[in-house]
């Protein structure tokens, strides 16, 4: 295979990864500036009032969103191009990597600055993702707990959160920005000079016109709360989780966290086959790999979130005549019937402290009508179309006794 692609792919190639590191380098300045306005403890008020400042404030803090979404994008974009191009392999491996590295600090600063507004769909997102991680078997509870530096979403959450955003997670941006500055042995080709303020462009722009929305101020409820919509960056691996959810329940872990893991390991040691392996198996490997991942997000994922626009899903308020006497025989056996049917690795023992799903000690008070808990539990998106609940073939009897369960008050 070559390890040499044509001259004018090349510049193309090294104009695209300058161009990142132009924008990159510029967004780590802003970030420093930026923090000097932040206060973690008040997220929402601190950023909420740069936004409402105007002036190099308002703009700075739209500029830090679009960008963050600019230089993901076009990482994700120069990966695929040298992965088509070829140009992974001895003379390009050190770029390679660095544009995996750039990538993959990218879409952690991009997962960790999403919480630092902490407005509702912030912190729901940060929820779900920690539910995602505690669904892995046997490590899911520790890995969850480590995601929200407690038990709970909570102080310590931000704490932990910005911290990596703001300390750890830039020196991995610096060393991956450097190795796409550093042009090493590619040595044919000279970027366009023009055309590499182009992604910093895009970000300007969009600051420009669109700006930075920001939602309502999370309350205490939304540290239990899965209404937010998935990112589009972490969309696909959504998708792939209800995919594999829809196959058999509970399963979900394997499309959100074994498939995008292999991809990303098949991607970092590509270069090491290049010599051995001719492109022509090296690619349909990754390829399909890749291809599995968005093809599942894309048909199981549902609709992402807004970029232009803070939004949550909202479900039908309950139906108060639909609300019937709790029959405590069906409470009992659907009491049975959570612990049997795994409802207790998501939810905890008894509906509550669960690694993988939301505290339903108080769903009663949402959710009285028990034909809710029928559906939910059936179908879970046919009442809240970005659930990351499998759903469960049970019948009726058992839907109905479950539905008696959790809407029966427990005991404080």
């Not at 902490?118 to 892995?136: C, F, K, M, N």
């Not at 899965?226 to 058999?248: N, T």
């Not at 179309?385 to 058992?398: I, R, V």
Request: hydrophobic share 50%; proline share 8%.
């Amino acid at each position: 295979m070559s390890d040499h692609p044509r001259p004018p792919t090349a510049r193309y190639l090294e104009t695209l990864a300058t161009g990142l590191a132009v924008l990159s380098v510029t967004q780590l300045l802003v970030g420093l500036w930026q923090g000097r306005e932040y206060e973690v403890g008040r997220g929402h008020a601190s950023l909420a009032a740069m936004l409402t400042r105007g002036g190099p404030s308002e703009f700075l803090a739209a500029f830090h969103l679009w960008a963050s979404h600019a230089m993901l994008a076009g990482a994700l974009l120069l990966i695929l191009w040298m992965l088509v191009t070829g140009a992974y392999g001895k003379e390009w491996r050190g770029r390679w990597w660095s544009a995996l590295a750039f990538a993959g600090s990218g879409l952690l600063l991009q997962v960790s600055g999403n919480l630092l507004p902490l407005d509702r769909h912030a912190v729901q997102t940060a929820v779900i993702e920690a539910s995602i991680a505690g669904r892995v078997p046997w490590v899911g509870p520790w890995l969850s707990e480590r995601v929200l530096a407690g038990p709970g979403f909570g102080a310590a959450t931000v704490d932990l959160w910005y911290a990596a955003h703001r300390l750890v997670l830039p020196g991995i941006l610096v060393v991956a920005t450097a190795g796409l500055a550093w042009p090493g042995r590619v040595r044919r080709a000279r970027p366009l000079a023009v055309a590499t303020i182009l992604p910093l462009s895009v970000a300007v722009l969009m600051a420009l016109a669109v700006g930075a929305p920001i939602g309502e101020p999370a309350g205490p409820a939304d540290a239990n709360g899965y209404d937010a919509l998935p990112g589009w960056y972490v969309w696909p691996m959504h998708g792939a989780m209800k995919g594999f959810d829809s196959v058999v329940p509970g399963w979900g872990w394997i499309g959100a966290v074994v498939l995008p893991g292999l991809v990303a390991t098949a991607l970092v040691l590509l270069p090491f086959g290049s010599q051995r392996v001719s492109r022509r198996a090296l690619l349909p490997t990754v390829g399909i790999l890749g291809l599995a991942l968005v093809a599942v997000g894309a048909f199981f994922g549902g609709r992402p979130a807004s970029l232009i626009a803070d939004e949550m899903l909202t479900e039908e308020p309950a139906d108060s005549a639909l609300v019937l006497a709790i029959r405590p025989e069906l409470a009992a056996r659907g009491a049975t019937l959570f612990k049997a049917r795994g409802c207790v690795r998501c939810h905890g023992l008894d509906g509550s402290k669960g690694s993988g799903g939301p505290d339903l000690t108080f769903v009663h008070r949402k959710h009285p009508d028990p034909d809710w808990y029928r559906r939910f539990v059936r179908n879970p998106r046919s009442v809240r179309p970005n659930s990351t609940m499998p759903a469960f073939a049970l019948s009726e009897d058992d839907l109905t006794a479950i539905a008696e369960y959790l809407r029966n008050p427990r005991p404080n």
